[in-house]
């Protein structure tokens, strides 16, 4: 298999694990009003986002929104489409084949099941492409012909074979990078303002958690979001360590570290808590990541009882593909 089309299938176990069956294609009227909730809020955003680099972070972060608990199916595909597009303009092919994969991993094929069928279907999209003129509608008629390109791909045998061709021709007409990268993010706290990182970049497991005023470029800062179930793993870039309660403490006030991925403490629920902020709280104990001096530049995080306040409140800034 190519690296462009693994591309689609790479995405899925890192965006979909645990996501025990798929769920129904949500009606058009609950997409519609979840698309418009979706554009009055990135609205001010999307018109900023003139560059390339713009646009993916931008749909990075409607990609790692989708994927919080309690997301509505209506909004998770709002979102997920509009990571989609976004990706495509950017012709950053880690993020839309991500997006896509989510889509066909969540959903139920809204057509037909057989993969002889889908491919069919992918090849009537493809060719009504060819006859757009308008550049934007042509590229929307691509990006569903590589969605049911990418659904007949998780069958067996031929039919996946002869899908995957099609998604190489498909990526190579559209101009696609090949490499199927992690979309890095920082971790940045509502009240300061400063981003979560590694002290001093240490590679030690256990090293303390903090906030700084790193430059945007400091890996140390930079964090992947990793879904396992219903929770996410969230590793370190410059560590490959993964943010969780030190000792697997249940105590109040504990501190928070880096640790080889391992037991339920360094499992995190994400919870949007609106304006693109979000409230993990810790699988083991049951508390709040929280930044108790939000004022000091060099707080070490900790875990306390959820209380709502902007130290308990993190946005997810994208920022770079790999």
């Known amino acids: 298999m190519s690296l462009i089309c693994t591309a689609v299938l790479a995405a899925v176990p ?7 069956e798929q769920v129904p294609w949500p009606s058009a009227d609950a997409v519609a ?11 001010d955003r999307v018109a900023k986002a003139k560059k390339p680099c713009d646009k993916s972070a931008l749909g990075a972060e409607l990609l790692a929104m989708a994927q919080t608990a309690g997301t509505e199916p209506a909004a998770q595909y709002a979102l997920f489409y509009g990571a989609r597009n976004l990706g495509a303009e950017a012709k950053d092919w880690a993020l839309t084949s991500a997006a896509i994969g989510a889509i066909v991993e969540r959903f139920k094929a809204n057509g037909p ?5 889908q491919i069919r279907r992918g090849d009537l999209f493809n060719y009504a492409a060819t006859q757009e003129t308008l550049k934007e509608k042509r590229l929307r008629l691509q990006l569903d012909a590589a969605e049911w390109y990418a659904r007949a791909q998780r069958s067996n045998g031929l039919q996946s074979q002869i899908a995957d061709r099609r998604l190489t021709d498909l990526a190579k007409t559209l101009g696609w990078k090949k490499t199927a990268g992690r979309n890095w993010m920082r971790i ?3 009240e300061s303002g400063l981003a979560l990182g590694v002290r001093e970049g240490r590679l030690t ?4 958690i903090l906030q700084w005023d790193s430059p945007a470029t400091a890996t140390e800062t930079h964090w992947f979001v990793e879904r396992a179930g219903a929770y996410c793993r969230i590793v370190n870039r410059k560590t490959g360590q993964c943010l969780a309660i030190a000792s697997g403490s249940k105590e109040q006030g504990h ?6 991925a391992g037991g339920p403490e360094s499992l995190w629920l994400m919870e949007h808590r609106g304006e693109g902020f979000f409230r993990l709280t810790n699988c083991s104990s049951g508390f709040c990541l929280d930044m108790p001096n939000p004022r000091n530049k060099g707080a070490v995080a900790i875990q306390w009882a959820f209380h ?3 130290n308990q409140q993190w946005r997810l800034e994208a920022v770079e593909s790999d």
């Open 14 to 20: 890192v965006l979909c694990a645990g996501q025990e």
């Open 33 to 43: 009003k979840a698309t418009r909730a979706a554009n009055e809020l990135y609205r």
């Open 113 to 117: 099941t057989d993969p002889e069928e």
């Open 188 to 190: 940045v706290n509502r």
């Open 205 to 208: 497991p256990g090293a303390d």
């Open 255 to 260: 501190r928070v570290c880096q640790w080889p």
């Open 308 to 310: 709502g306040g902007p």
